[in-house]
């Protein structure tokens, strides 16, 4: 069935986008209508075995172009904005800030813009804009980030995470745009690019490649299995209170360090190794500019109002994803090969 609600979900064909945009799709609830520009990190190939579904619509396109974007608020009377797209590696943030700007600022406050002048006298409507913890800074040992936390971002990608936050607020305050926020931990699982810890690891360990570890691995980070992300996320468009933030989290902290011997385990038992093999290409490297400490989510809001909890194990959820890493092998050599390899090789090469 085909329905007339139609949303606009942008960044569709990036990681996490991807994962919302065939959840959208398979509820049937909606007509989907998937905006992206491609950049390295997108990827239609994610969503091939949903292209042809009759509730779903690609439109190639670029947020940061405000006509384009009024034309297609023009042609479509879109019930609500589910907005992913973003510049969202932090090491590509550190080496070239000015595109996260451009990106993630100044393109959510032109879809904030598409929106506002669209849904003039309607309040029917959501923006929903999906966020990360990052934006709260980095914790010491102790304690959670919760929705009340003071934004105190430090790395370039996490400030123009928190800017975007504050225009999406912003509007809701000034022109009374109906928003949701969500602020999510680190995410895994399949079609994650492999610039990203996990999927970096998996592809050097399947590669016998070093093992780069930032400083001694001592950072943790709060992980999320993706399609929990996703959950959450079709669950706060769907019920979630107009203008209130959700943080979303797995209650799963991992040091890095930790992590990475975890995996190294599964890979070896799954590839027929030797326990210790994988571990072996551990490589300490330079630490990262700024590199925040810790990161974890207090989630107990959305579990209470929504009644929203993660459905996998983490040894669960990597088993899942290193086995879909290893059925894509054409996926991984396809976004591996090209303009990643050199942005990978001049990213190393200083270390
Ligand atoms: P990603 O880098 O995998 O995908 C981003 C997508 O946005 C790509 O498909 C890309 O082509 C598209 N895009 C980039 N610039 C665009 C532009 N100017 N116009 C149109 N499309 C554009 O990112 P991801 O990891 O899937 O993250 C998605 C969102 O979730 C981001 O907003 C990110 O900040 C947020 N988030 C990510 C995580 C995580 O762990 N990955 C955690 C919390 C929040
Ligand atoms: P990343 O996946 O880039 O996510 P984020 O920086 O948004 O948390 O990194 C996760 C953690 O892994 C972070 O502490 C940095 C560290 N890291 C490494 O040690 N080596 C690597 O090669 C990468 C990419 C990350």
Known sequence: MVQDSVILITGGAGFIGSHVVRRFIKSDKYKIINLDNLTYAGNLEN??????????????????????????FSE??????????????VDRS??????????NVVGTVNLLNAAKEAWEGKNDRRFYHVS????????????FFTEETPYDPKSPYSASKASS????????????????????????GPNHFPEKLIPLMIHNIKNRKPLPVYGKGEN??????????????ELIFEKGKIGETYNIGGFNEWKNIDLIHLLCDIMDKKLGNRQGTSSRLITFVKDRAGHDLRYAIDATKLNEELGWEPSLQFKEGLEKTVDWYFNNEKWLD??????????????????
């Open 165 to 188: 936050d504050h225009f999406v607020r912003a509007y809701g305050n000034t022109y009374d745009l109906p928003f949701v926020i969500s602020n999510c931990s680190n995410n895994y």
């Open 76 to 89: 479509n009377e879109f019930v609500g904005v589910i907005h992913l797209a973003a510049e969202s590696h």
């Open 47 to 72: 969503l091939r075995d949903v292209e042809n579904e009759p509730n779903y619509e690609f439109i190639k396109g670029d947020i940061c172009d405000f006509k384009f974007l009024q034309k297609i």
């Open 132 to 143: 990360t913890d990052e934006v709260y800074g980095s914790l010491g040992d102790e304690g």
């Open 94 to 103: 550190i080496s070239n800030p000015m595109e996260f700007i451009q990106t």
């Open 334 to 351: 396809d976004v591996t090969s090209g303009d990643y390899l050199k942005y990978y090789d001049e990213h190393y090469k200083n270390r």
């Open 220 to 233: 943790i980070r709060d992980w999320l299995y993706v399609e929990d992300h996703a959950g959450a996320i």
